[in-house]
């Protein structure tokens, strides 16, 4: 039951250009999502969240849109850097249950 | 900066053997996770942990594991017979003082299952 989905497995973006990921998910008592980023051999990075009473959140070059009614969000990440290629994924929980939901992962490609 | 720590970073077994993976969560959370990553699937939740107790725990979370804090520092997860279908990146993570809390984690333990 793929509850919280990311349909691109990749993505490939020039450097200083803009970075959007996107994430869907189906239940809709989901009320707190993050973006997590995870290089190889490392354990995901928390990157940042949005509650459901917001539509965004913005944490330097990393901005998170929520869009209740079509159960999606973004991730935003402006100006692209080499840096920033990773996988990224998006998780999401509810305040019934205690685990985090997580999308299958993108992965980012920032080309120098 | 504290951080979540595992060991082993590998482990290589024979199917049917128990496996211990250790974590060390951030020392003052409350809530402890496990979760794994089969080679290119989606990251899944395995059981959360709170108050010496589990708190909620996934289907995958079978009779063949369980959990422990044994200490006040480690955090355990025991595989008692593993299959082959356990092969997996295992990651532990914690969080401060509620569930919703941003959840910090390790860096993984690859077991590799034979």
């Known amino acids: 039951d793929q509850q919280v989905k990311q349909n691109s497995p990749s993505l490939s973006v020039q450097e200083g250009r803009i970075s959007i990921l996107n994430c869907d998910y189906t239940?809709?008592?989901?009320?707190?999502f993050l973006w997590y980023k995870k290089y190889p051999a490392e354990g995901p990075t928390f990157l940042i969240s949005i509650s459901s009473i917001k539509d965004k959140n913005e944490d330097g070059r990393f901005t998170v849109f929520l869009n209740k009614s079509a159960k999606h969000l973004s991730l935003h990440i402006v100006p692209s850097q080499p840096g920033d290629s990773a996988v990224y994924f998006c998780?999401?929980?509810?305040?019934?249950?205690?685990?985090?939901?997580f999308g299958t992962g993108t992965s980012l490609t920032v080309i120098p | 900066e504290p951080e979540v720590t595992q060991t082993p970073s590998h482990q290589v077994t024979q199917m049917g053997q128990e496996v211990i993976l250790r974590c060390v969560p951030i020392s003052n959370h409350l809530y402890f996770y496990w979760y794994r990553q089969i080679l290119g699937q989606k990251v899944e939740f395995l059981v959360s942990?709170?108050?010496?107790?589990?708190?909620?725990k996934s289907e995958i979370f079978d009779d063949q594991f369980s959990v422990e804090r044994p200490d006040g520092s480690n955090f355990t997860l025991k595989i008692r017979s593993t299959k082959l279908e356990d092969s997996a990146m295992y990651f532990c993570?914690?969080?401060?003082?509620?569930?919703?809390?941003?959840?910090?984690f390790g860096p993984g333990t690859r077991l590799l299952v034979l």
């Open positions: 998780a999401a929980s509810s305040n019934t249950g205690n685990q985090f939901y």
């Open positions: 942990f709170y108050n010496n107790e589990i708190s909620e």
């Open positions: 239940n809709s008592m989901f009320d707190y």
């Open positions: 993570a914690s969080s401060g003082n509620f569930f919703q809390e941003t959840q910090y």
